[in-house]
């Protein structure tokens, strides 16, 4: 999560985050989300901060045979500005060429991917539209499921792909939203 910290942590990030009065409510960049401590991405230093403590990742989490973490799931990318989000992933791919950010754009579908496919940030979006799909072939709608497989397939290449959920922390699990 590069736009908040956990509730309570305005202290530690002292500096980093909007103080009350800056907080712009509503906004999704400028304003905090669900009373989380939000972070100024906009400006450089904490920019720059953020993306040095997640990029460490990499050289921190290599093993002795070499195997180090593929890629990260984002949280919240249209909470965060496309500045820091370019400058995130290319710190990332200078210490990896072949690292990969698949982020949680809330609603995103083959339809609709937001605007944050294709633009030099994520290389994946969570398919928020998935779900229905699978609601078809749980409920026998093969033929309903198969046409929306197939148009899902011709949006989608390799450098561009959404990742198949069925839930997540912020939603209703599958199974119970069939009931």
């Known amino acids: 999560v590069l736009n908040h910290a956990g509730y309570g942590a305005e202290e530690t990030f002292e500096g980093m985050v909007r103080t009350k009065e800056e907080d712009k409510q509503g906004d999704d960049q400028l304003g905090s989300l669900s009373g989380l401590p939000d972070f100024k991405t ?15 990742w990499l050289e921190r989490s290599t093993t002795a045979k070499g195997n180090s973490i593929y890629g990260f799931r984002v949280d919240t990318v249209k909470h965060v500005d496309d500045t820091t989000w370019q400058h995130f992933k290319n710190e990332l791919v200078d210490r990896d060429p072949d690292f990969h950010l698949i982020g949680e754009s809330w609603g995103a579908n083959y339809k609709d991917t937001k605007g944050d496919l294709g633009i ?3 290389d994946s979006l969570l398919d928020f539209g998935f779900k229905d799909i699978a609601k078809y072939l ?16 011709k949006v989608l290449t390799s450098a561009a792909s959404l990742g198949q959920f069925l839930g997540s922390h912020d939603e209703d699990g599958f199974l119970y939203s069939l009931g």
């Open 42 to 56: 906009e400006e450089a230093t904490v920019r720059n901060q953020l993306v040095a403590w997640q990029a460490s």
């Open 120 to 122: 030099g940030t994520m």
């Open 138 to 153: 749980v409920n026998g709608q093969l033929k309903a499921a198969g046409k929306e497989l197939e148009e899902r397939s």
